[in-house]
């Protein structure tokens, strides 16, 4: 995270936290990351150089305009402006976590080998809820060399409860007892 992203996030959030519009930032900003993430020429064309800032500007607001808040579209312009259009997406990252920290929310990832059903998701979001003092919003990965169990990461932290955790220390313990 750079000392520019970071400053262009906060001043985002502030102005959406005034006009109390934080959820609607948030909803939209991270609509923007994923096509910037999914169209890379559109990520190319705000970076390159050649291109003048009007263009670009333009551009945004034909795309844009009126789709998405004000104030966001503005600060995505002036961020071209300013020739900062490199650190776009870093700073609408870092605008998720600002909210995240505000409105005290944890995002957490479940592995598990399968699809979690609904019920189970919820029980999950309910315990770590519990555990952590924070609204939880869970995403359910699936990764089938999970084997069984779950691999559950959030914050700096990661549980291992996969069986293939369990196995692998299975294993080290019958190697030590080998020895």
Same mark, same amino acid.
């Given at each position: 995270?750079?000392?520019?992203?970071?400053?262009?996030?906060?001043?985002?959030?502030?102005?959406?936290?005034? &006009?109390?519009?934080?959820?609607?930032? #948030?909803?939209?900003?991270?609509?923007?990351?994923?096509?910037?993430?999914? *169209?890379?020429?559109?990520?190319?064309?705000?970076?390159?150089?050649?291109?003048?800032?009007?263009?670009?500007?333009?551009?945004?607001?034909?795309?844009?305009?009126?789709?998405?808040?004000?104030?966001?579209?503005?600060?995505?312009?002036?961020?071209?402006?300013?020739?900062?259009?490199?650190?776009?997406?870093?700073?609408?990252?870092?605008?998720?976590?600002?909210?995240?920290?505000?409105? *005290?929310?944890?995002?957490?990832?479940?592995? %598990?080998?399968?699809?979690?059903?609904?019920? #189970?998701?919820?029980?999950?979001? &309910?315990?770590?809820?519990?555990?952590?003092?924070?609204?939880?919003?869970?995403?359910?990965?699936?990764?089938?060399?999970?084997?069984?169990?779950?691999? #559950?990461?959030?914050?700096?932290?990661?549980?291992?409860?996969?069986?293939?955790?369990?196995?692998? %220390?299975?294993?080290?313990?019958?190697?030590?007892?080998?020895?």
């Amino acid at each position: 995270m750079s000392n520019l992203s970071s400053m262009y996030a906060d001043a985002l959030f502030e102005i959406a936290l005034e &006009e109390n519009r934080a959820a609607e930032i #948030l909803d939209q900003s991270t609509v923007i990351t994923q096509v910037i993430k999914e *169209n890379r020429d559109f990520a190319r064309f705000l970076a390159a150089p050649m291109i003048e800032k009007d263009e670009k500007t333009d551009f945004v607001d034909k795309v844009f305009g009126g789709h998405i808040n004000k104030n966001l579209l503005n600060f995505m312009k002036v961020m071209i402006q300013r020739k900062d259009a490199a650190v776009l997406t870093e700073s609408l990252v870092q605008y998720e976590k600002l909210y995240n920290k505000h409105f *005290n929310i944890e995002k957490a990832v479940a592995v %598990t080998a399968v699809p979690m059903s609904r019920e #189970l998701q919820a029980k999950l979001t &309910e315990k770590l809820e519990k555990v952590t003092g924070k609204t939880i919003v869970l995403t359910n990965k699936v990764d089938e060399g999970c084997l069984g169990g779950v691999i #559950l990461q959030f914050s700096d932290m990661q549980i291992n409860d996969s069986i293939a955790q369990k196995l692998e %220390t299975l294993k080290n313990q019958l190697k030590n007892i080998n020895r």
